[in-house]
């Protein structure tokens, strides 16, 4: 079967530094090497309604559609972020020596990312250093080490900010080795790789509505460093740019109660710029005002779904001038809006437990974009989307791989709860199953 990136070698960054027949060879000849070491390349991933999960969720008439990338190479989205670092290496890197002659990769991640980071690596023969959380999978670390990769785990150091893996892995950069990570901010083309998933979605979209530009009107991405969501959302924009999407469907980004610094930068920048003059009722406009006076003094965020929702309801899609200035802010003053978590997080769905949301600039700018708005997912949202996921669907998905289904959930509550807006009838919505089931992951039978 054709790779996904040979397929999409038109779209990719890359063919601006290569031409198109340079970028397919690479692809050939990188894909195969892949092969070599999982067994599989990288073919398009499952993208398709989920009826009984719709229904057990409580959308009504909405139809919900599952992107499966448990099957992937390593078993998760994460390859495809590397595999598109590695891609471009290959088309820019003058330096030719392999193996041990390189310098080595560095990652920092709690799993996926590392296992992810490590096949590829693998497959282009060069070292890599993995620097992990003390609690990272120990399945996830031997499989690591069977592939070659060094295992370096980092304690967390009192008072000191930010997730210690990621500390090392900038110590590591700086000391000459070659960043090779899910984290656009020190490795822009991870990007670039993950957009394969948004094109699967809407090729897979056309191919269902035969032929007609893909629809699509919600989505929900688990957020932790952010790549994943910048990928499909940047991803979705090209396709709508190139007629393959009728529009932008609206974006709900989705954290861990425990731990939302994108969500809190969201609501700093909301509470500051969506005038209290637009809420819908006096009431509402009281609330805003109390809590813009508030929000300075509540480091850990200051509004809940509903009021979130209440507010991006009352904004609409924020287009033009006005959106680029909103944006404008988040680019000047980025310390002001994003901040690292304060506190060791803990979630059920630990593989979204980023200190710090790296690539995010874009995630606001889709919801401000879509008048969609983030949400936080509880731990019995996670809990009961894990066991929903395995009871309803064929997937055997892993607790953070499900995470986005936590944020549907939460959306369904708050509506439920309140008059904030929720699914209505008709909508098409997407969620991402990102990962597989490894050993040590919580059994989701008793999960919810």
């Known amino acids: 079967m054709t790779s996904t990136f040979e397929t999409y070698a038109h779209r990719l960054e890359a063919h601006r ?35 009984a999960l719709a229904e057990a969720v409580g959308l009504g008439g909405a139809e919900l559609w599952v992107k499966d990338e448990t099957g992937n190479v390593s078993g998760s989205h994460k390859a495809r ?25 560095a990652i920092a991640s709690c799993g996926n990312a590392a296992l992810a980071a490590a096949v590829v690596a693998r497959a282009t023969d060069r070292p890599i250093d993995v620097f992990v959380p003390t609690w990272a999978n ?7 080490t069977d592939l070659g990769g060094r295992v370096v785990r980092c304690e967390r150091e009192p008072g000191v900010p930010g997730d210690p893996a990621h500390h090392a892995m900038v110590a590591a950069i ?22 394969t998933m948004a094109w699967e979605m809407v090729d897979a979209l056309i191919e269902h509505d035969g032929g007609a530009p893909a629809r699509l009107d919600r ?33 709900h980004a989705v954290q861990p109660q425990g731990n939302h610094p994108l969500v809190r930068a969201w609501d700093t920048l909301a509470l500051e710029a969506l005038t209290p003059e637009r809420a819908p009722n006096a009431r509402d406009r009281s609330y805003f005002i109390d809590r813009i006076v508030r929000a300075q003094a509540a480091p850990e965020g200051t509004l809940d779904n509903g009021r979130r929702a209440a507010m991006a309801e009352a904004a609409g899609d924020i287009e033009g001038a006005r959106r680029q200035e ?101 909508e098409r919505v997407a969620v991402l199953f990102t990962g597989q089931m490894r050993p040590g992951d919580p059994d989701p039978r008793y999960a919810g």
């Open 17 to 51: 530094q290569a031409g198109v027949d340079a970028i397919r060879a690479a692809v050939r000849e990188l894909d195969a090497a892949v092969v070599q070491v999982q067994g599989h390349g990288f073919a398009p991933t499952p993208f398709a309604p989920a009826p």
């Open 81 to 105: 972020h590397l595999f598109g670092v590695a891609l471009t290496h290959r088309l820019t890197d003058t330096d030719t020596d392999s193996g041990a002659g390189q310098a080595p990769y």
């Open 138 to 144: 120990e399945a996830v670390v031997d499989r690591i």
């Open 174 to 195: 700086e000391a000459g080795a070659v960043p090779f990570s899910c984290q656009g901010t020190e490795t822009p083309a991870t990007i670039d790789g993950g957009r």
């Open 219 to 251: 989505i929900f991405v688990q957020v932790g460093g952010g790549a994943l969501a910048t990928a499909v959302l940047t991803g979705l924009v090209s396709a709508v740019n190139d007629g393959d999407l009728a529009s932008l469907p609206v974006v």
């Open 326 to 426: 909103l944006v404008g802010r988040l680019r000047q003053d980025p310390e002001r809006y994003m901040r690292a978590w304060e506190h060791e997080p803990v979630s059920y769905a630990s593989g979204i437990l980023d200190d710090i949301t790296y690539d995010w600039i874009d995630i606001v700018e889709a919801m401000l974009a879509t008048g969609g708005w983030p949400l936080v997912a509880s731990e019995d949202d996670f809990r009961q989307a894990h066991r929903l996921a395995h009871r309803h669907t064929e997937v055997n998905v892993c607790p953070t791989g499900s995470s986005g289904l936590g944020g549907l959930l939460a959306l369904v509550a708050a509506s439920r709860d309140s008059t904030a807006p929720g699914v209505s009838a008709g």
